[in-house]
């Protein structure tokens, strides 16, 4: 196993512009469910009745009775060790880009500076009416929370019917067009247009690295089967005695 923690780090620290590709498996161990995979949200909610954009317009508390209770938590869910160790890379100047799927917010919470969230984020709250912004878990009590106004609140995260933000998503694309290595943690590469990404990077020449409990992506370089949290870390230490 050491082996292929050093072959990685080896790669990670020959690059030059080096980008990782997140999803919900890195915050899976911050006690964060996924959506897909086993137990998962959406294995309890109908996401297009739940998290789409036509119900919320007419029935928001649906929405809410999902989210509300994480929101108003805000504070009480913490990045892990592999949130941690992106952040600790990023600050090294090794990992240049974080492009993330999650809607946490966690990445910023671990001190990282460049994170890509092209599903939004739930840390960021608007009225639909006046555009007020709160920031959780500072948000107004109610099953379905108003504005002071009296506008219904809803977090800048993209439903189901939304398109995703396009300048975030054009930035996603054009780092991973041209980043040499890329760190897939805890996605299983799926869910599109994020899934274009690895694809795009490889086609550019790009070696993947792919952190993963379950083989997704097939066109990978290096496969670890093993959490973001433990992974991340080693390979952070092999980067260091290589330093040395």
């Known amino acids: 196993m ?10 990670i620290g020959s690059s030059k512009k ?8 890195i915050s899976a161990e911050s ?17 297009t009745v739940y ?4 119900t919320f317009m007419k029935d928001p508390s649906k929405y809410w009775s999902i989210r509300g209770d994480f929101i108003r938590k805000y504070n009480d869910y913490s ?28 990445h910023r919470k671990a ?13 960021e709250i608007f009225c639909i009416s006046c555009g007020k912004e709160y920031i959780a878990p500072d948000i107004p009590p109610g099953d379905v929370p108003h504005c002071t106004c009296g506008g219904v609140l809803k977090p800048n995260t993209v439903l ?41 990077a490889k086609r550019n020449g790009a070696k993947v690295i792919e952190i993963n409990l379950e083989y997704s992506f097939t066109d990978s370089d290096i496969f670890i089967e ?3 949290g433990t992974a991340l870390p080693m390979i952070e230490e092999q980067l260091k005695k290589i330093e040395v």
């Open 31 to 47: 006690g964060i469910p996924t959506f897909r995979s086993k137990g998962g949200l959406w294995n309890s909610y109908d996401p």
């Open 18 to 25: 080096c980008i990782a590709l997140t999803g919900a498996g």
């Open 160 to 200: 189901f019917g939304e398109d995703l933000p396009p300048a975030v998503l054009s930035e996603a694309e054009e780092y991973a067009a041209s980043c040499d290595v890329m760190i897939l943690a805890g996605t299983s590469a799926t869910v599109y247009p994020a899934a274009y990404l690895p694809v795009t």
């Open 51 to 54: 998290a789409s954009i036509d």
């Open 2 to 11: 050491n082996q292929v923690f050093n072959e990685a780090a080896k790669i």
């Open 111 to 123: 001190g990282s500076k460049k994170v890509l969230e092209i599903h939004g984020s739930l840390r």
């Open 79 to 106: 990045p892990n060790q592999g949130h941690l160790a992106l952040a600790s890379l990023e600050n090294a100047g090794i990992v240049k880009c974080i492009i993330t799927q999650n809607i946490d917010g966690l």
């Open 226 to 228: 093993e959490k973001s």
